[in-house]
C-alpha cells in the first residue's frame, strides 16, 4: 500500500505512467472529503493529489482563476470572497453529510464530482464554468483542453467530460474556472406551512416570473427546523432566494409578494440569516446527523419529483426536502435499506431522471449501483468512452461503474461485504 | 479552394452511388432524397461559401428510425455521413463530400413539447433558434442564446456548434441552456442524454456532444430551457477616443460587479461602415464605440445605467447616449447587426474571423492587427462581443484579383496565431469546421489532439462522420488505442510516498 503525493504536475504524470506500466490501480484522492460516494475502492496505491496545491492564475477583471488540481476550494473562495467574486456555481460540501469536517474539498474535486448548489437553477453547476484543464490520462499522457477564456469552441469540450466523471477518466492537474461577480444583496423570502404540492407551484409560478429567482427549495414541516439551527421554526419553509444590486432586489422581492401573497403568510429573510439558510440546504445538512442511513439524492423535473416522493412513502419510510424548484429532491431512508429498486422503478414511472446513493454503508455501496445505471447502448458509450482515456481501468475502477477490468475487484468488494 | 486537403474519396462508394440513391430512396420514400446534380447545388456549401463540393446524394430523413437506418445502412458500408442543419455554418461544418451522404435535418422542424412550470421546451433539431422564442414568446418567455443568424440557423446545428451571441455572457452558450438531447451514433444506436431534469448522470455527454461539429452524432431532439423575458432593456452608446479606453470601461463595468445582457464594441472602419449603410448617428470621430445594454426590472436597469455612465466617463468617453426610448434601444444595435453586410458594401469580399482572447490584451491584439493590414495590404473591420474577448475581424478582399483570397486567408491565420500567443484561442463560436482545422495544431500539441480523436473513436470508430472537418489529420483508432509504456522506468524515484 503506498500513497504517492506529487507537488507538480511532472510527478504526477511520472506517477501515473509507472502506474499504467505495472497495471496497478490507483485510487485519485484530493482531500478524501467525497470518498465514501460510489462503489468501493479496492487499489493498493493510492494517488494523493492534495500537495499539487496553489492558485496559478487570478485576473477578477477577466473574470478567471486557474488552480492545481489539489488546491482547497475553501482557500479558492475566500480569496474569490476578498474581491467581490465567487463560485456562482455555489459548490456544495459533502463533508457534513458523509460524517467529516466541513470546509474541505479541492477545486479538482468539485469538477470531478460536478458540484453545485441551490444557484444551480440560475447559475449551473461546474460543469457550466470550467474553461480549462489539464490533466494526466490513464495511458501516461499530459493533455490539455479548452482554455482560458469565457467563449471557446476550439475542439471537443474535454474540460466538461471532466466534470462528473469522479477520477475515473483523468487526473486533473490544473484546472480553470469563470467566476463571476458576488451578489450584492441577497433576500429570501419564505412562505410558510405549504404542502408538498403546493410549495411546487408556488416555487414554478416565482421561477416563471421576471423576478429572477435565483434559487428555490422546499423545507417541509420539522426539516424546516434543521436548518440555520432552527431559528426559523419547524413549520414547512418554501424558500425563494433573490439576488443582485440593492434596488433590484427589493423591487423583486416586492413583486413575488404580489405574485405570492395569497399563497401563504410570508416570511422575509436577509443578509446573513438568508446565506445560512442557502449554505444549509446546500450541503444538505438535514441529513448531516452523524450516522450512515441511506441518503439519496434525486434529480428529476422539477414538477415531477414530489409525487415520485409520495409514490415511495407508500412503500418505505423515508424523510425528504427540495431544492432546484423541486427538481433536486434529497432523501433520507429512515431504514437501513436503500431501497434503490422500488425508488429507480418509481424514477421511471414519474417520468424519468436519476438517483445517486451519496450516503451509505459500504456494503451497500458494493452491492448496489451507487450511480444510476445508464440503458445499454449509453452504458456501452460511457465504457468506450472510460478505454479511451484509460484503457488499463487504472483509475478508480469500478467506482461509478462496474467496468470491464474491474469484474475481479467488483468480486472480491461484494465478498468483502457479504 | 485554398490548398485545404480533404479526406480522398473512397472510389468504391462513387462507382456505387446509384444503388446507394436506390437504397436510401428505400429507406426515405417520397421526396426524401435528392440526387441530380442541379437539385444538390443548393446544398453544396454552408455560410462558409469559399468552399462547395457537391455531396454524393443529399437524404432528408424525417423520423429518427430513418435517421437511424440511414447511418447504420452507412456504417455497415463504410460510406462517410455528413450531417446538415440549416446550413449556416461559417467555418464549413456542413461542407460536403463528394462520397458522402448529406444528411439535411430540415424536415424535424416541430416543436414537440412546451412546459411553462418546469420551463423546458422540447424541439426537433431543424427547429430554428428563434422558432423556439417566437413558439414561446406570448407567454413572456424566450430562449437566450441568440446567434446573429437566429432567423435561419437550427437549434441542432447550435448544438453541434455551441452557438453564442450577444447574450451569452450573461445568459451562457447552448451548452448551458440545452438539458437534454436524443441522438443517433454512427452505428445507428439511439441514445438520449440529460432530460428535463438538471444534471445528466454519468459523464457528460451532452456537455462534449456540444459542440462537437457534427462528428459524433445526429442530434434528433433537443430540450431546452427557456427563460422569461427580462422586463425591460436600455443600451447606452459610447464613444472613446482610443480602444484602450474603451477596453479598460469594460474591465472597470465588470470589475464593478455588473454583467451585462450585451456588452459588444466596434472600431473605427466598423463604425464608419455601418453607419454609412444604416445611418443611425453613431458618432464618426471616435476610435471605438461600445454598446452596453442592461436587462432586467427598470429599476436595476435605471440603476446601473447610471454606474456605467459614470464608469464611462472616468474612463474618457467622449459620448454617451443613453436610449430613451425602445426605438432609440434597437436604433443603437442597428448598426451593430448591420455591421456583416455594411462591410460587405465596402469590400468585394470579406473573411469573418472568431478568436477569443483575454479582454486585456485587446489593445495589444488591434495594434498587431494594423502591422499585419498593413504587411498584407488587406483592410480589416473589427466588431467584437467586449465582455468575453471574442473577436470578429472582418477582413477585407477581392476575391476577383488573383491571390488575394490567399493573402486574405494569411492574414486571418496571422491574427488566429496572435489570438493563440496571447492566451486565446481560434474559434470562439464559429467553430473550427474546415476553415480553422489546419491551425489547430497552434493550440493543441499531438497528444491533445490525440486524446480528442480517441473521444470520437468512442462514438464513431470508422471515421465516418462528418471526416475532414476539426481535425487536421485523422489516425485511425485502432493506431490511436496503442498504449506507449514504458515499464519500470519513473522519472521522479523520490516522489513522497508513504
Known amino acids: 500500500m503506498t500513497t504517492f503525493t506529487p507537488s507538480s504536475s511532472a510527478e504526477a504524470l511520472s506517477t501515473v505512467q509507472w502506474a499504467a506500466a505495472e497495471e496497478t490501480p490507483l485510487e485519485i484522492l484530493g482531500h478524501g472529503s467525497k470518498r465514501g460516494i460510489g462503489r468501493p475502492l479496492q487499489t493498493e496505491h493510492t494517488l494523493d493529489l492534495s500537495k499539487l496545491a496553489g492558485v496559478t492564475l487570478y485576473e477578477p477583471a477577466e473574470l478567471v482563476l486557474s488552480a492545481k488540481g489539489g488546491t482547497p476550494l475553501a482557500e479558492i473562495e475566500r480569496l474569490l470572497a476578498e474581491n467581490g467574486q465567487q463560485f456562482a456555481f455555489e459548490p456544495m460540501d459533502y463533508g457534513p453529510l458523509l460524517g467529516g469536517e466541513p470546509g474541505r474539498g479541492t477545486i479538482g474535486g468539485a469538477l470531478a464530482a460536478n458540484l453545485s448548489g441551490p444557484r444551480r437553477l440560475k447559475a449551473g453547476a461546474a460543469r457550466d464554468h ?37 477520477g475515473t477518466l483523468a487526473v486533473l492537474t490544473d484546472v480553470t474556472f469563470k467566476v463571476l461577480p458576488a451578489a450584492e444583496t441577497e433576500v429570501t423570502l419564505a412562505i410558510r406551512g405549504l404542502l408538498d404540492e403546493a410549495a411546487v407551484v408556488a416555487m414554478a409560478l416565482a421561477l416563471g416570473s421576471s423576478a429572477e429567482v435565483s434559487s428555490a427549495a422546499h423545507l417541509p414541516e420539522r426539516i424546516a427546523a434543521r436548518v440555520a439551527g432552527g431559528k426559523h421554526g419547524s413549520d414547512a419553509a418554501t424558500l425563494l432566494r433573490v439576488e443582485g444590486f440593492g434596488p433590484s432586489v427589493v423591487y423583486r422581492v416586492e413583486a413575488l409578494k404580489q405574485l405570492l401573497g395569497k399563497a401563504g403568510p410570508l416570511e422575509e429573510i436577509a443578509g446573513e440569516a438568508s446565506k445560512a439558510i442557502w449554505r444549509d440546504i446546500r450541503d444538505c445538512r438535514p441529513f448531516a446527523d452523524g450516522g450512515t442511513r441511506p441518503v439519496w439524492r434525486v434529480s428529476m423535473t422539477p414538477s415531477a419529483a414530489h409525487h415520485m416522493v409520495m409514490a415511495l412513502r407508500m412503500q418505505a419510510a423515508v424523510d425528504a426536502f427540495y431544492d432546484w424548484q423541486g427538481g433536486l429532491a434529497w432523501l433520507s431512508m429512515r431504514e437501513d435499506d436503500p431501497e434503490a429498486q422500488l425508488l429507480r422503478g418509481l424514477i421511471r414511472k414519474h417520468g424519468g ?49 462496474p467496468g470491464a477490468g474491474s469484474a475481479t475487484l467488483v468480486q472480491s468488494t461484494e465478498g468483502a461485504a457479504s | 479552394m485554398s490548398g485545404l486537403a480533404m479526406p480522398k474519396p473512397d472510389a468504391e462508394t462513387l462507382r456505387r452511388r446509384a444503388e446507394i440513391a436506390a437504397d436510401m430512396r428505400i429507406i426515405v420514400p417520397g421526396e426524401g432524397v435528392v440526387d441530380a446534380a442541379n437539385e444538390m447545388r443548393a446544398f453544396e456549401s454552408d455560410g462558409l461559401t469559399a468552399y462547395r463540393q457537391l455531396p454524393l446524394v443529399v437524404v432528408l430523413p424525417e423520423t429518427v428510425a430513418q435517421v437511424s437506418r440511414v447511418l447504420k445502412y452507412c ?69 437566450a442564446p441568440d446567434p446573429s443568424s437566429q432567423i435561419a440557423c437550427s437549434i441542432g446545428g447550435n448544438v453541434a456548434e455551441n452557438s453564442g451571441g450577444v447574450h451569452c455572457l450573461k445568459y451562457g452558450l447552448t451548452a448551458n441552456n440545452v438539458l437534454g438531447i436524443e441522438m443517433v451514433l454512427m452505428n445507428g444506436e439511439v441514445v438520449r442524454l440529460g432530460g428535463s431534469h438538471l444534471d445528466q448522470e454519468g459523464y457528460d455527454l451532452l456537455g462534449v456532444m456540444t459542440g462537437s461539429e457534427g462528428l459524433l452524432g445526429v442530434v434528433t431532439e433537443v430540450t431546452v430551457r427557456i427563460l422569461k423575458k427580462p422586463e425591460t432593456a436600455r443600451a447606452l452608446l459610447i464613444g472613446f477616443p482610443t480602444s484602450e479606453l474603451g477596453g479598460q470601461c469594460v474591465a472597470d463595468i465588470i470589475g464593478a460587479g455588473i454583467i451585462p445582457g450585451g456588452m459588444e464594441m466596434m472600431d473605427r472602419p466598423a463604425i464608419h461602415a455601418a453607419e454609412d449603410f444604416v445611418q443611425v448617428g453613431y458618432p464618426l470621430d471616435v476610435e471605438a464605440l461600445l454598446i452596453v445594454e442592461l436587462d432586467g426590472p427598470s429599476v436595476e436597469v435605471d440603476h446601473l445605467i447610471g454606474l456605467v455612465e459614470a464608469i ?8 454617451c447616449r443613453i436610449s430613451q426610448s425602445e426605438q432609440e434601444r434597437l436604433s443603437f444595435w442597428a448598426g451593430r447587426k448591420a455591421a456583416f453586410p455594411a462591410v460587405g458594401r465596402i469590400s468585394p469580399d470579406y473573411f469573418c474571423m472568431d478568436g477569443t482572447i483575454p479582454r486585456k490584451e485587446l489593445p495589444r491584439v488591434l495594434a498587431g492587427m494594423r502591422d499585419l493590414s498593413e504587411k498584407y495590404g488587406l483592410g480589416v473591420a473589427n466588431v467584437f462581443h467586449a465582455g468575453d474577448g471574442n473577436l470578429h475581424p472582418l477582413i477585407l478582399y477581392d476575391a476577383n484579383v488573383p491571390g488575394e483570397l490567399d493573402k486574405a486567408e494569411s492574414f486571418g491565420a496571422d491574427i488566429l496565431r496572435l489570438c493563440v500567443q496571447v492566451g486565446g484561442v481560434l ?50 483508432c485502432a493506431e490511436l488505442g496503442r498504449m506507449h509504456v514504458h515499464r519500470g522506468q519513473v522519472a521522479f524515484p523520490d516522489i513522497p510516498r508513504f
Open chain 2, 312 to 319: 464611462a466617463y472616468r474612463n474618457g468617453s467622449t459620448t
Open chain 2, 427 to 476: 474559434t470562439g463560436e464559429h467553430g473550427v469546421g474546415v476553415e480553422k482545422r489546419d491551425l489547430m495544431p497552434e493550440m493543441f500539441n499531438q497528444i491533445d489532439l490525440d486524446q480528442q480523436m480517441r473521444v470520437k473513436c468512442a462514438f464513431d470508430p470508422n471515421h465516418l462522420l462528418n471526416p475532414g472537418k476539426v481535425f487536421p489529420q485523422l489516425r485511425r
Open chain 2, 75 to 143: 456504417n455497415e458500408r463504410n460510406i462517410r455521413v455528413v450531417p446538415r442543419g440549416s446550413g449556416t455554418s461559417l467555418s464549413g461544418g456542413a461542407l460536403p463530400l463528394e462520397d458522402a451522404v448529406l444528411l439535411v435535418m430540415s424536415r424535424f422542424n416541430r416543436i414537440l413539447a412546451i412546459d411553462y412550470p418546469n420551463r423546458t421546451v422540447v424541439a426537433q433539431p431543424g427547429v430554428t433558434n428563434l422558432g423556439i422564442t417566437t413558439a414561446v414568446e406570448q407567454e413572456g418567455f424566450y430562449y
Open chain 1, 353 to 401: 431522471g436519476h438517483a445517486t446513493l451519496v450516503r451509505a454503508s459500504a456494503p451497500h455501496r458494493a452491492a448496489l449501483p451507487v450511480f444510476e445505471p445508464q440503458p445499454p447502448h449509453l452504458a456501452a458509450l460511457s465504457a468506450r468512452l472510460k478505454a479511451e482515456f484509460d484503457p488499463k481501468n487504472i483509475f478508480n475502477p469500478g467506482r461509478m461503474a
Open chain 1, 130 to 166: 470550467i474553461l480549462g484543464v489539464a490533466a494526466v490520462s490513464g495511458r501516461g499522457e499530459a493533455f490539455k483542453s479548452g482554455g482560458r477564456v469565457v467563449k471557446n469552441v476550439t475542439g471537443y469540450d474535454l474540460s466538461k467530460l471532466m466534470a462528473n466523471s469522479w
